[in-house]
């Protein structure tokens, strides 16, 4: 059994009620309770993390780095155009993620092209909406078992 980690950033606490026509109709709670009980079903545990202070998902990489989580699904959200700080926290602690986006970022604006994760991650899923969860955890549960 393995440790995973989901983490959310800015704006993802609204999911249910913002843009539903970019993001859906899912709650983050809602995507939550399925993750854990995927992991779960997949041998796995499951601690989820969300944020719209980039210090707070910082520091929260920087504990998976000293907690014994094997793998972190990330959505950066807004930040994912944006934040060198959680990309050294990420560099830093060395931990396998796969970088998850509900939207194809790349039919969007073009400010929104550029990922500062894509590079160090491991997978990256764009545009699947809420199933793009699903398809994490078990990218996640793929990766620890090799």
């Known amino acids: 059994m393995a440790q995973f980690l989901l983490i959310n950033g800015p704006n993802l606490n609204l999911l249910g009620s913002r843009e539903p026509e970019v ?15 995927l992991a779960h079903e997949l041998g796995h545990e ?7 202070a980039e210090h707070e998902l910082v520091d929260r990489v920087q504990q998976a780095g000293k907690d014994g989580t094997a793998f972190i699904v990330l959505n950066p959200g807004a930040f994912t155009h944006t934040s060198i ?14 970088e998850l986006h509900l939207s194809n970022t790349f039919a969007r604006e073009s400010f929104r092209h550029k990922s500062y994760f894509s590079d160090i991650a491991t997978s990256c899923l764009f ?6 969860y699903e398809l994490a955890m078990r990218a996640a549960a793929h990766h620890v078992a090799r």
């Open 127 to 132: 545009g699947f909406g809420a199933f793009g």
């Open 85 to 98: 700080a959680l990309r050294d926290a990420l560099l830093a602690v060395a931990v396998p993620f796969v």
């Open 23 to 37: 993001y859906g109709a899912t709650t983050l709670a809602d995507i939550e309770a399925r993750s854990r009980k």
């Open 46 to 52: 499951l601690d989820c993390f969300q944020s719209n």
